[in-house]
């Protein structure tokens, strides 16, 4: 399609994900109080002793459940924000590559939920006790419901895309655009890269967050790899493991 058709295709698809959004968002602010009490679960042991969750200004009880019902109603969104994001992204794809769009949706949809499961369960009670034990030597605690709530959720997204990296190197690998042989010998760089993102990208920056997700997305890389190696294999031979994105189009127009 010319640009300004490219242009106004993207326009609509960010239209259905506002107003989904926005629709979403306005239901769910009505039971926020019942949603804060379900984030706060895996934290309560980490709640300064005999503290509730403290407001410290008169828009403070606003904003956060704000927050939290946008931040829900982008859970709830999130099989049609990605289904319109791959929906802008299909023209793109060859024939035989569309077959994948389904599948790949369904993947980041489950991957993303697991990533958030993973940091509900396994992250937040491990980074909110560490950072809570920071200050204990020196000064008293007071749990600031802006301050708690806005770490878990951004903790939360974070997981959540970091746990898309195993779709990212699949597709990267299946479809040539890295050669599968470039990923198993540069692992030591692509490690080192890994560190470097998880470091950006975990709002709390604490060494305990940072060291569980970076050890979480080391296994979704190799299982990625591994599910690339067969995937490539079984489709192309053994000998396309080495092809570039070139010859991987040359004998796609071949077949």
């Not at 058709?5 to 979403?24: C, K, N, P, Q, W």
């Not at 920071?134 to 903790?155: C, K, P, R, T």
Request: charge should be negative.
């Amino acid at each position: 399609m010319p640009l300004m058709d490219h242009i106004g295709e993207l326009r609509r698809r960010f239209t259905i994900v506002v107003v989904s959004l926005l629709i979403t968002s306005l239901v769910i602010y009505f039971a926020t109080p019942t949603l804060i009490e379900i984030m706060l679960d895996p934290i309560r042991d980490s709640l300064p002793e005999g503290q509730d969750l403290t407001v410290i200004s008169v828009l403070g009880g606003f904003t956060i459940r704000f927050k939290v019902a946008v931040f829900f109603g982008a859970i709830v969104c999130m099989p049609i924000i990605i289904w319109e994001i791959m929906g802008f992204i299909l023209p793109a794809l060859h024939e035989r590559e569309r077959k994948w769009l389904v599948p790949t949706v369904a993947a980041m949809i489950a991957l993303f939920f697991f990533g958030m499961i993973f940091c509900y369960f396994i992250i937040q009670p491990a980074a909110f006790q560490w950072l809570t034990a920071q200050s204990y030597d020196f000064a008293n605690v007071i749990a600031d419901a802006e301050d708690y709530l806005g770490i878990m959720m951004l903790l939360e997204i974070g997981f959540g895309i970091g746990f898309q990296l195993p779709l990212v190197i699949f597709y990267l690998s299946v479809l040539h655009v890295v050669p599968y042989k470039t990923f198993r010998e540069q692992w030591r760089t692509i490690y080192v890269g890994l560190m470097v993102m998880v470091a950006m990208i975990t709002p709390d920056g604490s060494p305990v967050t940072m060291m569980l997700m970076f050890a979480a997305l080391i296994v979704l890389y190799e299982v990625a790899l591994a599910v690339a190696r067969q995937v490539i294999v079984a489709r192309d031979g053994r000998e396309s493991l080495k092809w570039s994105r070139s010859e991987y189009e040359e004998h796609a127009f071949e077949d």
